[in-house]
């Protein structure tokens, strides 16, 4: 144990530990700015600094680890002003934009220039101009807030393995850019959005679609039918200051019905399609001989990614579509045919956890007759925005349920939100089929938990199946290129592209830096997830009596025609760099 | 056809890089000294060879981008067939070439880090050649001029101009 | 073909008997050597050319007992090219490519010195020796040895001034803690720039446990107006080879990486050319000189980065990245190239092993002052007469380096500072002139070693204007991962910016010293933490420019174009027309013996009259 004194506080902590934490520990809080816990420990911005006695420059607390005997103080006169012409540097290069910022309210910038009390601007200068990426459908980048932290960077080289943006150029010239700096809907970047849940300002967010969907509600003429996926339930609460994991289903529905939808249905059912599609894909792969292993298709930021760096291994994808656009094709076929409704009338409005589905459903193979499967997608941040905009006091709603028929699902669709989920939702399906039983243990504890790889071997109807389970795209290149290598012999790959799956996704609510290193959100918000899936009464796709009712109308069985034509699609190589 | 002859420049290009590239390790700090080569065969480093070492080093092409705007060596863009450097080391920065600067900025009509229309002449600035005993210094690609004037490098740059 | 112990022996023996001539007065030796300066300085003012005629006219001519041979640099350079005739040491300054007909014929055949082309020196005046010249008078050559005296491109020549015999004496005879105790008891402290000494640098590798462990040569000069560095490897590369190789033997590396400017071309040729026959003869490689030691160099292009001087930042950009400094700790010595120990030295730390090693650590520690031995080299520039490199004692004093040796201020002007450590150090005022020069002395009055570079400024130089010259380079040069560093210097720049266009104010300086401060203590790295040094000792000693600049909006020196006007005195104009070829941009007229005047919106201020006026009469 290493002891030492902050402000004056005597500490004792382990060896390794740094003064930040050390700090926090006695309930010394010390600002940060570029710190993001285990991604990027770089020291940069020198918020942190502190000083150290003995020493003539400060120390950077972030990386510091502490040392025997160390007497540290963290907020002294020379220590404060430090950090508050760090600030004002800062400042003085940041297009502030606060009253119109989409980050206004929750941003760590204005959140640490509003504690050191900055009243006025210090410096005045040259400022950076630069042009908003706002190519590509999902993530906007707006530089000119950029305050060159590199979270961004960090998280999209080393959490995903991607480099799609990286620091360009250098000293006050210094930006963040892409590749020849082209907009990043042209170059590697897989549009999973995690920058957008590490930048501390309002230089990445998501596309704003909002008023988009608005309209489609405002207009009278138009049938709309909004989904929810599993994580945003879960999550959508922290907008309105609940505590990170609560449940917020019946309040969420509630908001939508008031927010003027014509349905609210739940993604979890068509997350059952799916289920019942990728199950059966799965026995036929199995039974046939076809291409192994196969691997889930639900994440579009993963589906990019392959198409663009695993052109060669396309074929091992299930052809299964996300579970929005299948519930978007069967909204527009099967249900508007059963309700008398012109499927040209109807708006289906997907609200995700995610960006990259923004992109998914621009994707050309997204339609059936003519019509695309979904004609809007926005995030839980949005959702949450076009709650407050419409004057609702979100934490004092009545619950409501979604409505039927399509707002039935089970559990096994709830885990869609986590890593793991599908994979677990897929065996237990295919198990039942394969074994010819209703099995009793249902839960796969192997493939449960935040660890960035899973692997196992189930046991089905006699036959050992090798699985494995993938979070961030670090991780999905490793098993891909095992794939490549010839080296694998798994036979059912899961994966998402957001570490730890959809409910870290990157349009969930946006957690700062110090609360992603001092509370688990990954547990908090799984926990939730499975315990909707071990409260409900019906824990397997296949039981759900809407979807069993559905193939015997209209699908006949899965993947069978009908649901080739709604449910399923294809994949393409997709150029890494396009410009 | 201009489009034909653009991809035959292409493909010649690609072949190139491949070729300098398969004297180098497939190492990442190969990098540097790959755009170096680059940069002295080319004068610049041209977007296809970018890509083609981003795939032959495995490493993303935002961070090779990264690395080529990081030093000043490598440039994005082709110099001038006569790139005019001038010297702004200190020794030769107190002997005024700061003048030398602005007198070549004002005869070529451009500034620093620029090519003329006509793809002549552009003008760099350097931190030091080593010619400090001749100090005001600029250089003319390799040539070394020495105890300039402003005067004296205008007389120079109309002799490069008359040249072809 | 490897060469053993013994053969190498031999051939020292052989080539010292051959060049004796070199360094020894031999008034019976028949021979003679030219040599010919082929540093950058001289090269630039076609050096090459004047050997290629040379050999020549000695083919031409048949002469047998005559060699020219290319050597690194004099030190001379504002007298380049350069050529000496030995072994009479006759030193020709400002040679021609015409001028070698008559070296050969008058000096070469008839024994006659060429007169006009022997160096005049601006106190002695004409001198027929190089040691006859004040300005090699106070200096003690331990760095430069064999600058000017042998080829650098021979390998032969480098061992016969006991080349690799340091190396020998090392592996043959000596433990890594003897050696690593020997450069400790020396003295000697890194000459990069902060003075870290030597020897414990090394025993922090050495004691790091057993495994991959790198030597690196920091050959990244970067700052402007510094080139003591390319001298040595363009002069003396063997040298360095030698001295990392020792390194790598006292510290348990076997690899070892030369990290050189790729602007520095004739360095990075002869670096290779060494390297090469380093090899060739066994020097470096496996089992070196027969034992078990195994020894390689390679080396790595700088692409034009001064914070790659930075050892953290030299360290990424040897990987292949952006050449952005690590937070210390680690320190190199512990986590360094991809995370394994790494000795980190400069090149003219590296240049006084072998003489330490050779001489023994008494004989150094004997030379300098009781806190920094040995010696430095010094870029001398700017505003004095002998402009070039010059290697003096530690202990020195500025007075004796910039009058003695650089021969005084030009044109009869003033001296008003001296500027040493570039854009890290400060800006030295007449009333230290008499500080005796060492690491400690210099940082004392606001200023710092650095790597080396010397500019005398004289009192045409506005103090204001050369701390904005240093800001812009640091601004340009900044990498950019650090706020105070990436936006404060910029900051700077621009408030002194607004202080020379004549709109600053007392505000603004005091402004302009709190970001200052600031920045020192809480920028990452060393480039940021001293990048305010040239504001701050400016300030310090000489706030009066800067409040005349605010207050009565005047540019003494009138170097700040917003805050001056060229104007020509008409009492002392003699109409003699030399400002009106002078002026680039036709701004002056004036007949002939009449006084002329200069049309103010025609003038762009570059001075280029004032420079040129006999009189006096320009102001």
Redesign the interface.
Known sequence: MIHLTIDDIPVEVEDGVTILEAARKVNINIPTLCFLKEINEMGDCRMCIVEVEGRNNFATSCIQKCEEGMVVHTHTSEVMKARKMILDLILSNHHRECLTCIRSGNCELQALADKYNIKGIEYDGEKGEHEIDDKSPSIVRDFNKCILCRRCVATCKNVQNIGAIECTKRGFDSCISTACDQSLNDVDCTLCGQCIASCPTGALHEKDNTQEVWDMIHDKDTYTIVQTAPAVRVALGEEFGLPIGTNVKGKMVTALKRLGFDKVFDTNTGADFTIMEEANEFINRITNGETMPMMTSCCPAWVRFAEKNYPDLLDHLSSCKSPHQMFGGVLKSYYAKKNNIDPEKIKVISVMPCVAKKFEKTRSEMEADGLRDVDAVITTRELARMIKQHDIEFTELEDDEFENPMGEATGAAAIFGVTGGVMEAALRTAADTLEGKDLKEINYEAVRGKEGIKKASVNIAGKEIKIVVASGLKNARIIMDEIRSGKADYQFVEIMACPGGCIMGGGQPIKSSKIRSTVDVHKLRSDAIYSIDEKSTIRKSHENPVVIEIYKEFFEKPCGHLSHKYLHTEYHEEKKYDF | MANACENCAEKRLIEETRELLSKHEKRRDSLIKILEEVQVKYGYIPKVCQLEISDYLDMPLAEIYGVITFYSRFSLEPKGKYNVAVCLGTACFVKGSKEILEGAKEKLGINEGETTKDGKFSIDTTRCVGACGLAPVFTINDEVYGNATVKKMNEVLDEYMNKE | MKKSLEEINAIRKKMRNELDLRINDNPSCRERHILVCN???CT??KSPKIMERLNELIKEKNIDNVRVVRTGCFG?????PIIIVRPEDTFYSLVKIEDCDEIINSHIIEGKIVDRLLCKDISVGKVNKLDELPFYKKQKRIVLKNCGVIDPENIDEYIAFDGYKALEKVITSMSQDEVIDEISKSGLRGRGGAGFPTGKKWSFVKVEPDGQKYVVCNADE??????MD?SVLEGDPHTILEAMTIAGYAVGANQGYIYVR???PIAVKRLEIAIKQAREYGLLGKGIFGTDFDFDIDI??G????VCGEETALLE???????QPR?KPPYPAHSGLWGCPTLINNVETYANITQIILNGAEWYSSIGTETSKGTKVF?L???VNN??LVEVPMGTTLREIIFDIGGGIPNKREFKAA?TG?PSGGCIPKQYLDTQIDYESLKSIGSMMGSG?L???DDT?CMVNIAK?YLE?T??????????C??????ML?ILTKICDGLGTEEDIE?LN??AK?I?????CGLG?TAPNPVLSTMKYFMDEYLEHVNDHKCRAKECKSLTQIVIDPEKCKGCDLCK????VGAISGEKAQVHTINQEKC?K???CL?TCPFKAIN
């Open positions: 540093g950058t300085g630039s003012s001379l350079c504002s007298k380049g970067g700052d402007p107006g510094a080139f390319r790729a602007e520095y790595r292009l692409a034009g980065a001064f950009s040897i990987e292949g990245k952006r050449g937070l870029a520039g700017g505003n402009v070039g500027q570039g570079g500019i005398v400024m130089k010259f380079f601004v340009s040069e900044s990498c950019g991962k650090c706020t105070p990436r936006i404060g210097t910029k900051r621009e402004r709190d970001l600031g020192v203590k809480s920028s990452v933490q070829k002078a002026c680039p762009i570059c001075r280029s420079q």
